[in-house]
């Protein structure tokens, strides 16, 4: 195997795919098991590999199917269930705005983000705010945001409605927001 | 006092619910006049704005 150069081309994004499995089924042992069956798939249908997408892009592409498999799998034990109304429920306290809903902190200036785009380290931080969402938030951001999965698609897997989806997803974006504003655009790290 | 009434009509807290649902639903035309008048009347929801769709746009070359 270690002779085929397509394997190991394919090898090379073990750790991004495990990443990012990781960072939606929360399980480690889950996380590598999809991304070997996603090599493996990959290995073995390498003929539809177009190479009109990069490598990448395809393998997130099978990666995708193969997580949605594994969360249905997941909720034949309903953990998913109670854990999301939990992380719902935290829906009216909130320290980021007033009583009278004005911004209790305003957003900062954030200078020239685009300039982050470039940076590894940008990336890494990223990841490191990612990993500190609420598992099932994450879960939900991840699928909406790097699997693309589309509104009606992650209510009818997880069976939440619109309305939870878009609560989870608002407190994924202001978490996310935060934690990059205090942790990359708050001056030192940008310089 | 007619323009500061048109412009608050939806708070802060709402209007940023409002700019992260709009990556996920279509808005009605009043939902849309209601947010276009609070973001052209508040800077710190218009930049709220512009760092969602930055975020969004990182989230694209986290994909790739
Ligand atoms: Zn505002």
Redesign the interface.
Known sequence: MDSDPFAAELESHRRYLTRVAQLQLRDRDAAEDVVQDTLFAALTGRDGFSGRS?L??WL?GILKHKIVDAIRRKQRQPIIASTFDEEVDLEDF?P??RD????AT??A??GD??S??SRRE??DM?DFCLEQLPPNTARVFMM???M?LD?AEICKELTIT?NN??VI??RA??A??QC??QNWFSGQARS | MLLHRLTHMV????A??LI??S???RFSLGERIKLRLHLAACT?CA??ER??A???????????
Not at chain 2, 54 to 64: E, I, N, P, T, V
């Open positions: 990069s990448k892009t997130t909130d980021l705005f009278d809903g004005g911004w305003p957003p200036e954030w983000p685009e982050a785009l940008f990336f990223l909406r945001e790097v693309e509104t619109a989806l878009w997803l608002y974006r202001m996310l927001r990059l504003e | 708070s802060c807290k709402e940023t619910r992260s649902q990556e996920e639903r710190a930049r709220f760092q969602l930055f975020m969004r746009d990182a989230m694209s070359r986290y994909r790739k």
